[in-house]
């Protein structure tokens, strides 16, 4: 089946650090990908996504690449905020229909001043 | 556009009593949503997929006479835990996807936190 694998944190970053959180998935077919960020007592907002193969999603100085020949689609910001502390989802979608997603683990980012 | 509400936010109640919690879609017509269960610093579980009008599908292990779910309209589903008991606490969040609104995408509420007592 489906399945999404991220990197486990959590990761600890100095404020104006890059940042690298790494996805790689397992999917029939040409699922859609997405990254979503969770901060504190909150629901999921979705950061952004990438319905094909070398589609650049990108959102709030984010941004991910769909790289169909390494199945991965990990996720970059080349300077990173004390806001941007929270827990992000790498997730797919099958584009067959209806259908659940199919979320990583998390990655919990704390971004320290 | 493309948003969805859940009521309560929060909610602490005694053992055995029953909790509903909604999930309305304010601004699109949600065809299908989903309900899922986070424990602190894990991911999301799939709890069911429920299209309206019709039965919800349940993940396996997740007992269908004790978490109810009813779709009865394009913009509402309730998740209803019966007979609740302390390890039923936990963030339920629901997502909804529809017509007209991103390919694939599902719009996600901004969660239940269910404590029970």
């Known amino acids: 089946g489906n399945s999404v694998t991220q990197m486990e944190g959590p990761v600890t970053l100095s404020e104006e650090a890059f940042l690298t959180i790494n996805c790689t998935y397992t999917a029939t077919g040409y699922p859609s990908l997405f990254w979503y960020v969770q901060y504190p007592g909150e629901g999921l907002q979705l950061l952004l996504k990438a319905t094909k193969a070398d589609d650049k999603g990108s959102n709030k100085g984010f941004e991910a690449t769909y790289r169909k020949e390494t199945t991965s689609f990990h996720l970059e910001k080349g300077s990173v905020q004390v806001s941007d502390s929270a827990v992000y989802f790498c997730?797919?979608?099958?584009?067959?229909?209806?259908?659940?997603?199919?979320f990583g683990k998390g990655t919990r980012l704390s971004v320290i001043a | 556009g493309a948003v969805v509400s859940q009521h309560p936010s929060w909610v602490i109640c005694k053992s055995g009593t029953s909790v509903k919690i909604e999930c309305r879609s304010l601004d699109f017509q949600a065809t299908t949503m989903f309900w899922y269960r986070q424990f602190p610093k894990q991911s999301l579980m799939l709890m069911a997929t429920?299209?309206?009008?019709?039965?919800?599908?349940?993940e396996q292990g997740v007992e269908k006479d004790k978490f109810l779910i009813n779709h009865a309209s394009l913009t509402l589903s309730t998740l209803t835990v019966t007979s609740a008991h302390p390890e039923d606490s936990s963030f339920y969040i629901c997502?909804?996807?529809?017509?007209?609104?991103?390919?694939?995408?599902?719009?996600f509420g901004p969660g239940t936190r269910l404590t029970v007592l």
């Open positions: 997730a797919l979608v099958s584009n067959s229909g209806n259908t659940p997603l199919v």
């Open positions: 429920s299209n309206e009008g019709s039965k919800a599908t349940y």
């Open positions: 997502s909804a996807s529809g017509s007209g609104v991103g390919y694939n995408e599902q719009f």
